[in-house]
C-alpha cells in the first residue's frame, strides 16, 4: 500500500527544524505556565491562578500558529520531550520575575527566527513571524506592569490581595486573525 501525495515544500529544511523547536518552546511556556497557575492556586492567589491559565491558552494559540504554518508549508510538525517545568517559587513576584525572563528568552528565539527568515529571503516566514514579534512587545509589557505593581505593594496583604482581584479579571481573548 503506498500513499500518493502532492509535495509542496516551500521553506527551508533549516527553517522547518527551526520553526519545530519553537512549536516545541511554546509548548514549554504553556506547561511553566500551568505549574504556576498550580502554585498559585495552592497558595490561595486565585486571581493569579487565572492570570496563568489564560497565559497557558495564549501559549497554547501560539502553539497552533506555528503548528498550521508548517503544516501550510508542506513540511511536518515534529513533537520533542518538554522539559520538567519549576514548581517552587519564593513568593508572588517571583512567579512575574521568572514569567519576564522566560518571556526574555522567547523574544529572543523569536528574533533569531526572524533573523533566519532574512538570511534566507523567506518573505512568507517573516511575515508570519511579525505577529509574534508584535505579541512578545505585549508579553514582556504585561509582564514589567504587574512587577512594577507587586514591588509597589511590597509586603502589604491589602495591595496582594487588590492584586489578585484584579488578575482574576483577565480573559482569554482569541487572537484576530485566529490563526
Ligand atoms: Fe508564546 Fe509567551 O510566548
Do not use: C
Not at 496582594?160 to 482569541?174: C, H, N, Q, S, Y
Amino acid at each position: 500500500m503506498y500513499f500518493l501525495y502532492m509535495e509542496k515544500k516551500m521553506i527551508s529544511k533549516k527553517m522547518a527544524s527551526a520553526l519545530n523547536a519553537h512549536l516545541n518552546f511554546e509548548f514549554y511556556s504553556s506547561y511553566i505556565y500551568v505549574s504556576m497557575a498550580s502554585h498559585a492556586h495552592h497558595i490561595g492567589l486565585k486571581g493569579f491562578a487565572n492570570w496563568f491559565n489564560v497565559q497557558v491558552q495564549e501559549e497554547l494559540v501560539h502553539v497552533q500558529r506555528i503548528y498550521n504554518y508548517i503544516l501550510n508549508q508542506g513540511e511536518k510538525v515534529v513533537l520533542d520531550a518538554i522539559e520538567k517545568p519549576r514548581n517552587k517559587f519564593d513568593s508572588p513576584l517571583a512567579l512575574f520575575e521568572i514569567t519576564l525572563e522566560h518571556e526574555r528568552q522567547v523574544t529572543a528565539r523569536i528574533n533569531k527566527l526572524a533573523g533566519l527568515a532574512r538570511k534566507e529571503n523567506d518573505h512568507a516566514t517573516s511575515t508570519m513571524l511579525q505577529w509574534f514579534v508584535t505579541e512578545q512587545v505585549e508579553e514582556e509589557s504585561a509582564a514589567v506592569d504587574i512587577i512594577q505593581q507587586l514591588k509597589l505593594v511590597g509586603n502589604s496583604g491589602n495591595g496582594l490581595f487588590l492584586i489578585d482581584k484584579e488578575l482574576g479579571a483577565r480573559t482569554f481573548v482569541p487572537p484576530t486573525p485566529p490563526n
